[in-house]
């Protein structure tokens, strides 16, 4: 199979056709040209339009091949169109908007991102991090166009923070089909409302179980607006929540009990917090000592393990 074909079979390529595939200092460069046999379509409204004049070839950077990368050339041809009037930039197929990578690039890169962490995906695939941002934006646009929303029942709704925690993402994910969903800037009310505004009402009502972190604006928001879901919380803020309960009995105690206890309880925090399966067999023997002694504690604990085992019990897949 000629290089050509593989150009082919990855870009979607109608009204234009691969000239010639050449090595380059920076790997492949597969030159494009126009299918006479199709008029140019206007960039503005989509339509058949009358060829102007021709641009400067431009670079778009494709998928790479065996981890070379390989770039398609195109120079793109103005036209006038009678359907918006003016002077437009040609419809390119294989490129959304004015990006300088292939929409198959794109949906590489947010394919990835769904595996790795955003920053992992840059350096594999040497871009910036805002590319691949922009990538899956993309991806969720094409997921909401193109997705049918009838059967999601269980939606995990995620924060990301970008720049170090100066802009928030809320990422809306259908559990059932682990596709993201939607995504929207910002963690306040108003962006989750956002979200089920699009969702829509109907919809809304068929949601049996909703997944998020306990941040109190999007429980408000979850409770009006999807009155009938089971409310779920995240692993980690559970286990957040707790480990500061179980840190704060302890402290009670050590409060309440005096200097001899303090003594005991010194140092023990990871026995306490520690899964007992993980205990060697001398934090064992302290630990069943120090249960005689304090009740309290090992209550807090038990409630512990029982939230843990009722999220691996519950969680998606
Ligand atoms: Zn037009």
């Known amino acids: 199979m000629l290089v050509e074909s593989l150009v082919k079979e990855t870009v979607e390529l109608q009204g234009f056709r691969v000239l010639t595939v050449t090595k380059a200092d920076d790997g492949l460069e597969a030159e494009l040209a126009p299918d006479r046999r199709y008029a140019p379509r206007c960039g503005g409204c989509g339509r058949c339009s009358r060829y102007r004049d021709t641009r400067t070839a431009r670079r778009f950077r494709h998928v790479p091949l065996w981890w070379i990368d390989v770039h398609l050339i195109y120079a793109p041809r103005r ?3 009678e359907h918006c009037g003016g002077i437009h930039v040609e419809a390119l197929p294989w490129v959304s908007g004015k ?3 292939t929409r198959a690039l794109m ?10 962490t955003w920053q992992q995906v840059a350096a594999l695939f040497h871009c910036s991090w805002s590319t691949v941002a922009a990538a899956v934006d993309e991806a969720a646009a094409y997921g909401l166009a193109h997705h ?3 059967g999601v029942t269980h939606i995990g709704i995620d924060e990301i923070s970008r720049k170090r925690g100066h802009v928030y993402v809320t990422n809306v994910y259908d559990l059932k089909s682990r596709r993201l969903l939607w995504s929207g800037e910002g963690r306040a009310k108003e962006t989750l409302e956002g979200f089920f505004d699009w969702l829509g009402k109907e919809r809304a009502e068929q949601l049996e179980g909703v997944c998020c972190d306990m941040w109190q604006p999007y429980i408000d928001v979850i409770k009006a607006r999807a009155s009938k879901a089971v409310l779920v919380f995240d692993k980690f ?6 480990t500061q309960a179980v840190d704060q009995v302890r402290r009670d105690e050590i409060r309440e009990k005096g ?3 303090k003594e005991l309880m010194a140092k023990t925090r990871y026995l306490w917090l520690k899964n007992p399966w993980n205990l060697t067999d001398q934090q064992q023997t302290r630990l069943s000592e120090l249960e005689h002694l304090n009740l309290k504690i090992n209550r807090a604990c038990l409630l512990k393990d029982t939230f843990r085992e009722f999220w691996e019990y519950t969680r998606p897949g």
């Open 79 to 81: 036209v006038i169109c």
């Open 99 to 101: 990006r300088q990578f």
């Open 107 to 116: 949906v590489t890169l947010a394919t990835w991102a769904r595996v790795l």
């Open 148 to 150: 049918d929303l009838s």
């Open 237 to 242: 803020h559970i286990v957040q929540h707790l």
């Open 259 to 261: 200097k001899d206890h």
